[in-house]
């Protein structure tokens, strides 16, 4: 079976809420997720080392066919923008579908880094358009 990695900020009841939804999204088409902060937990400070969530997200990556990354802000979250970076350089031409639903962010082609807006396969903003994309991409 498939696997998305649902990547995004988490360090938000909100922000988990989100990604929450988006994984039932993904599984609702028929993929297995994987959710960093359902899967592996979230880091803390008081973890003796970061090096178990690394790991664990990098070979998650590894064995996804898809990524679908939240971008909302101002700035795309720096731990989001490495996982897509990474997914794009090794999955050689499997889709990431980013998600904004950031009223911020009008205009995507100028507010979206170009780094990662050139990384997309395609830019989604609710989550019936996220389904839809999914559903899209599964067919093709």
Request: proline share 3%; aromatic share 10%; glycine share 6%.
């Amino acid at each position: 079976m498939k696997k998305i990695y649902v990547a995004g900020p988490l360090f938000t009841s909100n922000e988990r809420d989100l990604l929450e939804s988006i994984d039932k999204v993904c599984q609702d088409c028929g993929y297995t997720t994987y959710l960093p902060h359902r899967d592996a937990g979230v880091f803390s400070s008081d973890d003796d080392s970061s090096l178990t969530f690394f790991q664990k997200d990098l070979s998650q990556l590894d064995e996804s066919s898809m990524v679908v990354a939240v971008l909302n802000g101002f700035d795309v979250d720096s731990g989001t923008s490495w996982e897509i970076g990474y997914f794009f350089a090794k999955a050689k031409g499997n889709p990431v579908i980013g998600y904004v639903d950031d009223s911020r962010i009008f205009d995507s082609q100028k507010q979206i880094n170009l780094m990662i807006l050139n990384s997309l396969t395609m830019l989604t903003k609710t989550l019936p358009e996220l389904q839809d994309a999914i559903e899209k991409l599964n067919k093709g």
